[in-house]
């Protein structure tokens, strides 16, 4: 393992994951477990999910952040990951794109969140790099003032993971599921869901800004693809992820303290 971690000009490896369509509960529980069980750096990426699910932060509270009535109705799920972060619904239409790494292999970058968000812009400026006014407003990726990558994080002792939703497109009606968030960032001036967001289908292809990222995570790694069936934590190790589906009893229960 030793001489593949300095593959090329010194570069320490990447390991490189392509899946599509892979269910973000599933994909959200293999992030943490290389997160917590490898030591290896990985990057993830998922076009699309199967159905849509809407996704809230390790601390989201579903009775401030998602219009219970709806969402039962219609059967939506949802899901507490592990990382921090705002709510998002994802669907066919969000492309998935997460960097797991090993602090000591990203020397130049505190393992805090302001640093590893400013790194991780850095890196998205090399994808966008011609294509429109790309840049890191607070928490958040924008073209000019509008949203179109929502990111979360989480961080141990040695390693992070950022990852990011990045919305190729949506569904506009998707977007009633979700109330206004008490904390919102500044320059979202209270505008609605549709006034906030943008697609980003209108500046790149799919496969076009797949293809960037990769080629941008090559100016900081070595990288190398790996399958999906072969992501697996090692065999002597016990793995619980802790990122789960909302019951809809729990649903219901927040349903009754927001009224």
């Given at each position: ?49 199967d159905?849509?699910?809407?996704v ?11 219009e ?8 939506i799920?949802?899901?507490r ?22 602090k ?22 090399q ?16 073209f ?5 990558g ?47 967001i ?38 002597n ?8 589906l909302l019951t ?12």
């Amino acid at each position: 393992m030793a001489t593949r971690q300095v593959a090329r000009a010194g570069l320490p490896l990447m390991n490189i994951v392509r899946m599509k369509g892979v269910p973000i509960l599933q994909q959200l529980e293999v992030e943490e477990c290389l997160l917590r069980t490898s030591s290896e750096n990985w990057c993830i990426i998922n076009d699309g999910t199967d159905k849509p699910n809407i996704v809230m932060g390790i601390s989201g509270k579903p009775a401030e952040l998602v219009e219970i009535s709806p969402v039962l109705e219609d059967k939506i799920p949802v899901i507490r990951r592990f990382t921090g972060g705002g709510t998002v619904i994802v669907d066919h239409g969000t492309i998935f794109v997460s960097f797991i790494c090993n602090k000591d292999d990203v020397a130049d970058v505190q393992p805090y969140p302001r640093p590893i968000m400013s790194w991780s812009s850095l890196l998205y400026s090399q994808v966008f790099q011609g294509v429109t006014n790309f840049r890191l407003r607070e928490n958040d990726y924008v073209f000019g003032h509008r949203k179109f990558g929502g990111n979360a994080q989480s961080i141990t002792k040695n390693r992070w993971i950022h990852h990011t939703s990045f919305l190729w497109d949506y569904e506009a009606r998707n977007m009633s599921y979700l109330r206004l968030p008490k904390r919102a960032p500044e320059y979202r001036l209270a505008r609605d869901h549709l006034d906030f967001i943008c697609p980003m289908k209108d500046y790149l292809s799919r496969s076009e800004f797949i293809t960037r990222t990769i080629d941008a995570a090559e100016s900081h790694f070595s990288v190398e693809s790996t399958e999906f069936e072969a992501v697996k934590p090692p065999s002597n190790m016990k793995f619980t992820p802790t990122s789960r589906l909302l019951t809809n009893q729990e649903l219901e229960a927040a349903g009754n303290t927001s009224i």
